[in-house]
């Protein structure tokens, strides 16, 4: 499961700017209650945006109270970097996945862990990376033999409950905080699953407007790296009247533009909660785009 979503977007500007005037179709638009708010990516390094994953998953994520669940961190001293660390820990894991899967012996009894199984990946602080595994099995594996198919550095063999692996889906490694090297690169798979661990949906997939969005700019993602994307994210805000949406992107931070227009807003009695104002409708885009310039001005 891919943790970035890219919104389709149009670039607003004024007065010859670097990006494309509001279009008469969108003008026109504002006849009716539009509303502004800040853009939320579905993505697992959002503290709201992990929701938005998760909620696509959440129904089918199975019962593993009792489970076996592994931890796997990386030994510095073995590798160049922390980038190294973790393209060659990753596909070394996919080999000790293979071993147990095939069966391996320890003090002459076999081993063998073939049920379905999920990978959530994270980082130290340091920018190291470690891997929690999850198998649909109850059965035994010493932590001596999974140390020595590792032989990365130390590892953890327990039993996990759901609370324990709820948490887990929701721990957040904040986008300011993930190292360099991985803000660097174009895709990083956090969290994944093989076939038989997720529950099959019965229910047909309802689409929200803001994953519609997302999947129809979804051909244009990997020509941004995940830095680029937090960038963008960041200067987006989504545009709301009668059940659809649209995003606009700012040449800004548009939370920075949101915290100097909010208190005009209240006091026009525009202001409706969690960070939505409904746009003026004679102005328009007008002061969005008068404060983004501004704060341009003052950066350059």
Same mark, same amino acid.
């Given at each position: 499961m891919? !943790?970035?979503?890219?919104?389709?977007?149009?670039?607003?500007?004024?007065?010859g700017?670097?990006?494309?005037q509001?279009?008469?179709a969108?003008?026109?638009? $504002?006849?009716?209650?539009?509303?502004? =708010?800040?853009?939320? #990516?579905?993505? %697992? $390094?959002?503290?709201?945006?992990?929701? =938005?994953?998760?909620?696509?998953i %959440?129904?089918?994520?199975?019962?593993?109270?009792?489970k076996?669940?592994l931890?796997?961190?990386?030994?510095?001293?073995l $590798?160049?970097?922390?980038?190294?660390?973790?393209?060659?820990?990753?596909?070394w894991?996919? +080999?000790?996945?293979? &071993?147990l899967?095939?069966?391996?012996?320890?003090e002459g009894?076999?081993?063998?862990? *073939?049920?379905p199984?999920?990978?959530?990946?994270?980082?130290?602080?340091s920018?190291?990376?470690?891997?929690?595994?999850?198998?649909?099995?109850?059965r035994?594996?010493p932590?001596?033999?999974?140390?020595?198919?590792w032989?990365?550095?130390w590892?953890?063999? &327990?039993?996990?409950?759901?609370?324990?692996?709820?948490?887990?889906?929701?721990?957040?490694t904040?986008?300011? *905080?993930?190292?360099?090297w991985?803000?660097?690169?174009?895709?990083?798979?956090v969290? &994944? @699953?093989?076939?038989?661990?997720?529950?099959?949906?019965?229910?047909?997939?309802?689409?929200?407007?803001?994953?519609?969005?997302?999947?129809?700019? +979804?051909k !244009?993602?990997?020509? /941004? @790296?995940?830095?680029?994307r937090? %960038?963008?994210?960041?200067?987006?805000?989504?545009i709301?009247?009668?059940?659809?949406a649209?995003?606009?992107?700012f040449?800004? #931070? /548009?939370?920075?533009?949101?915290?100097?227009?909010?208190?005009?807003a209240?006091?026009?009695?525009r202001? =409706?909660?969690?960070?939505?104002?409904?746009?003026?409708?004679?102005?328009?885009?007008?002061?969005?785009l008068?404060m983004?310039?501004?704060?341009?001005?003052?950066?350059?």
């Open positions: 891919n !943790h970035l979503g890219e919104p389709r977007e149009e670039t607003v500007s004024q007065g700017g670097g990006g494309v509001i279009s008469s969108a003008a026109a638009s $504002f006849l009716g209650e539009q509303t502004i =708010k800040e853009f939320i #990516p579905a993505s %697992w $390094f959002h503290p709201v945006g992990i929701f =938005k994953v998760l909620a696509r %959440w129904d089918r994520l199975p019962d593993v109270s009792g076996l669940f931890t796997f961190t990386v030994d510095p001293k $590798f160049g970097d922390e980038e190294a660390a973790f393209n060659e820990s990753r596909a894991l996919r +080999k000790v996945f293979f &071993q899967r095939r069966g391996v012996e320890h009894k076999p081993h063998v862990i *073939d049920a199984y999920c990978i959530k990946v994270e980082f130290h602080e920018g190291w990376v470690h891997y929690h595994s999850i198998f649909l099995t109850s035994f594996l932590k001596e033999l999974l140390a020595d198919l032989g990365l550095g590892v953890t063999v &327990q039993r996990i409950t759901n609370d324990d692996f709820h948490y887990l889906l929701k721990y957040v904040k986008a300011e *905080d993930l190292p360099e991985v803000k660097r690169r174009k895709r990083l798979r969290f &994944q @699953t093989t076939k038989g661990f997720l529950m099959p949906s019965d229910e047909p997939k309802l689409v929200s407007e803001t994953e519609e969005v997302e999947r129809k700019a +979804k !244009h993602r990997a020509s /941004y @790296t995940i830095d680029e937090f %960038w963008r994210w960041a200067c987006s805000a989504v709301r009247q009668n059940g659809t649209r995003t606009v992107t040449g800004c #931070p /548009y939370r920075e533009i949101f915290d100097h227009l909010v208190l005009s209240a006091r026009d009695g202001y =409706k909660g969690s960070g939505e104002i409904i746009i003026n409708r004679k102005e328009g885009l007008k002061p969005w008068t983004q310039n501004q704060l341009l001005a003052a950066k350059s």
